[in-house]
Nanobody, 126 residues
């Protein structure tokens, strides 16, 4: 599966942004999906995951209550709605796919995902 992320940009603290990731080359509903982020000099960290059906989601503590992951299997797309953004949310955001179709609560680390998009930069100014 190939993944193409988009939607990043510059936003002020407290603002909102929605990232999208379009999948191609394989049956999208065969994959659990995740979003990760990587700030300069830091390790890639888990942000959110969603099951293949969209019925279960999982979030990192740092974003729970502010970010929402969703998917549209008919459009081969996963979204990350980001609200109440903070400067510490600044990072390159990556979407990822895993073909094992576990529940979202199982996912928490980048090593669990086999397929990656190219990343989209989110910058939150204070």
């Amino acid at each position: 599966v190939q993944l193409q992320a988009s939607g990043g940009g510059l936003v002020q603290a407290g603002g909102s942004l929605t990232l999208s990731c379009v999948a191609s080359g394989s049956t999208f509903s065969n994959y659990a999906m995740g979003w990760f982020r990587q700030a300069p000099g830091k390790e890639r960290e888990f942000v959110a995951a969603i099951s293949w059906s969209g019925t279960s989601t999982n979030y990192a503590d740092a974003v729970r209550g502010r970010f929402t992951i969703s998917r549209d299997n008919a459009k081969n797309t996963v979204h990350l709605q980001m609200n109440s953004l903070k400067p510490e949310d600044t990072a390159v955001y990556y979407c990822a796919a895993d073909g094992r179709r576990y529940r979202a609560s199982w996912y928490y680390h980048h090593a669990q995902f086999d397929y990656w998009g190219q990343g989209t930069l989110v910058t939150v100014s204070s």
